[in-house]
C-alpha cells in the first residue's frame, strides 16, 4: 500500500491561513469519508485533530477545518500562532481494511 | 479517558524479535469499542500502520509486515502485544500503540512510545 501524498513543508505568518494537501487515490481516500488528521510536537504522540474528514475533537479549535475532494484531503489552520508550528500527517482507511498515512507536513510559522 | 502505555527493551539485535507491550488503562481492553493498535515512526519519514488486535483476539495487519508479525492480548493485565521477528535496520523506528474507534476509522488515543533500535 503507498502513503498518502502530502507537500514536505508549508510555512506561514502569525495570522495567516495555511492548507495542507493530502493526495491518495480511490481504494482510500476517494472511496471513505474516514481521512483522520494528527499534530506532532517534537518528542510527542500524534494528536488527533480532524476525524471523519471535517469533524473535530471535542474542545479543539475551531481554527483547524478538513475537506474533502475527489482523492484529495486538505486541512486549514487559520489565524496561525506560533503554537501551531509541528508536524501534521493525514490518515485514511482504505478498501483493504487498513490505515494509510501521509509522509508528513513541516508548519514553520515564520 | 483511555491512558496507554509502551514497553519493551529499546535495543534488539538484527535477525531477533523485537518485543513490545502496552499497557491499558481507564478504559476497558475489552469493551469492543476499540481496535487496540499499532503504529511506527521510521526517523525523518512518515508513520506506519502495523495492525490491530480486537479484544476477542482476531488481528489483522500491514500486508508488508504479515509474514513476520504476531499480536496477542492479555485481557486480565489489560495488555496486548506485538512480535516483530527477524528485524533489520529497517524496522528501526518509534514504536506506538493506539487505540482506533471500531464506530468510526480514527486513532484517538496514542501511548507515548518507544524508541526501538536495531543493533548489533
Known amino acids: 500500500q503507498s502513503a498518502l501524498t502530502q507537500p514536505a513543508s508549508v510555512s506561514g505568518s502569525p495570522g495567516q491561513s495555511i492548507t495542507i494537501s493530502c493526495t491518495g487515490s480511490s481504494s482510500d481516500i476517494g472511496t471513505y469519508k474516514y481521512v483522520s488528521w494528527y499534530q506532532q510536537h517534537p518528542g510527542k504522540a500524534p494528536k488527533l485533530i480532524i476525524f471523519d474528514v471535517s469533524d473535530r475533537p471535542s474542545g479543539l479549535s475551531n481554527r483547524f477545518s478538513g475537506s474533502k475532494s475527489g482523492n484529495t484531503a486538505s486541512l486549514t489552520i487559520s489565524g496561525l500562532q506560533t503554537e501551531d508550528e509541528s508536524v501534521y500527517y493525514c490518515?485514511?482507511?482504505?478498501?483493504?481494511?487498513?490505515?494509510?498515512f501521509g509522509g508528513g507536513t513541516k508548519l514553520t510559522v515564520l | 479517558q483511555v491512558q496507554l502505555q509502551e514497553a519493551g527493551p529499546g535495543l534488539v539485535k538484527p535477525s531477533q524479535t523485537l518485543s513490545l507491550t502496552c499497557t491499558v488503562s481507564g478504559g476497558s481492553i475489552n469493551s469492543g469499542n476499540y481496535y487496540w493498535s499499532w503504529i511506527r515512526h521510521h526517523p525523518g519519514k512518515g508513520l506506519e500502520w502495523i495492525g490491530y488486535?480486537?479484544?476477542?483476539?482476531?488481528?489483522y495487519c500491514n500486508p508488508s509486515l504479515k509474514s513476520r508479525l504476531t499480536m496477542s492480548i492479555d485481557t486480565s493485565k489489560s495488555q496486548f502485544s506485538l512480535e516483530l521477528s527477524s528485524v533489520t535496520a529497517a524496522d528501526a523506528a518509534v514504536y506506538y500503540c493506539a487505540s482506533a474507534s471500531t464506530v468510526s476509522t480514527y486513532f484517538d488515543y496514542w501511548g507515548q512510545g518507544i524508541l526501538v533500535t536495531v543493533s548489533s
Open positions: 488486535i480486537f479484544y476477542s483476539g482476531s488481528t
Open positions: 490518515s485514511s482507511y482504505t478498501r483493504s481494511s487498513t490505515w494509510v
